[in-house]
């Protein structure tokens, strides 16, 4: 697994990638160590844009 951290110019652009991450599937420890954040702050932002306290976000293609 790779430990590299992503750098982004601001904030807007990290919650971004790490958003489409949740859609695709990605574990919450994999994108913690991907991007160099918490669980907490992947759980808080999930919330903030989804209106959701969840784990993984999915979207149905319906």
Do not use: C, H
């Not at 958003?19 to 999930?46: M, S």
């Amino acid at each position: 697994m790779n430990n590299r951290k992503i750098n982004f110019k601001n904030e807007r652009e990290l919650q971004e990638a790490i958003l489409k991450e949740k859609v695709k599937g990605t574990p919450d420890l994999e994108i913690g160590q991907k991007y160099g954040v918490t669980f907490r702050y992947i759980e808080k932002l999930i919330t903030q844009s989804q209106g959701l306290n969840i784990s993984s976000l999915k979207i149905s293609n319906w």
